[in-house]
T-cell receptor, first 113, second 114 residues
Framework: GDSVTQMEGPVTLSEEAFLTINCTYT??????LFWYVQYPGEGLQLLLK?????DKGSNKGFEATYRKETTSFHLEKGSVQVSDSAVYFC????????????FGTGTQLKVEL | SAVISQKPSRDICQRGTSLTIQCQVDSQVTMMFWYRQQPGQSLTLIAT?????????ESGFVIDKFPISRPNLTFSTLTVSNMSPEDSSIYLC???????????FGPGTRLTVL
């Protein structure tokens, strides 16, 4: 079945540092890929998405590129802020829609001054 | 994207009791889902709430424990029945339009069972 693997956290960075959170997936065909963010005490917010190979999703300075050859969708940001502290979830939706999301285990990011 | 609200936002309940969580969307949506997020864990899909028919449950979840209603295209409820401390989790609803791949989530309900 489909699965998503994320790097374990917590990841602790200083403000303005470069961020990478690794995400790889196992799925047939061409799933859609997502990053969701969960701020402390809140629900999940869609951060960005990509629906086909080589697509780049971007939002709020975050980027992720859909790499079919490496089955990856790594999240990056050039300069993190304290306000980016949250848990980040990578997820996939199977080829052809179907609405059923498979989530990774989540990666906690802590950004310090 | 749709605006989704949940009630209550949090609750503390005694074991053996039941709690009903409401999910309200500000526009008609075809798909509504209920997830559980246990402490420090990822999200697990409980069921898909179907309008006018019984919900579709995932493996490991049953209707007697998690009855779901969906009377229309903007509203659904999830009941956590005969609660035990193991039911302490965040419960989230999400919505999507059929044949689209993006789900939008509500703010969640934090449940603590003593």
């Amino acid at each position: 079945g489909d699965s998503v693997t994320q790097m374990e956290g917590p990841v602790t960075l200083s403000e303005e540092a470069f961020l990478t959170i690794n995400c790889t997936y196992t799925a047939t065909g061409y799933p859609s890929l997502f990053w969701y963010v969960q701020y402390p005490g809140e629900g999940l917010q869609l951060l960005l998405k990509a629906t086909k190979a080589d697509d780049k999703g971007s939002n709020k300075g975050f980027e992720a590129t859909y790499r079919k050859e490496t089955t990856s969708f790594h999240l990056e940001k050039g300069s993190v802020q304290v306000s980016d502290s949250a848990v980040y979830f990578c997820a996939l939706s199977p080829t052809g829609g179907g609405n059923k999301l498979t989530f990774g285990t989540g990666t906690q990011l802590k950004v310090e001054l | 994207s749709a605006v989704i609200s949940q009630k209550p936002s949090r609750d503390i309940c005694q074991r053996g009791t039941s709690l009903t969580i409401q999910c309200q969307v500000d526009s008609q949506v075809t798909m509504m889902f209920w997830y559980r997020q246990q402490p420090g864990q990822s999200l697990t899909l409980i069921a898909t709430a179907n309008q006018g028919s019984e919900a579709t449950y995932e493996s490991g979840f049953v209707i007697d424990k998690f009855p779901i209603s969906r009377p229309n295209l903007t509203f659904s409820t999830l009941t956590v029945s005969n609660m035990s401390p193991e039911d302490s989790s965040i419960y989230l609803c999400s919505v999507a339009q059929v044949n689209t791949d993006t789900q939008y989530f509500g703010p969640g309900t934090r449940l603590t069972v003593l």
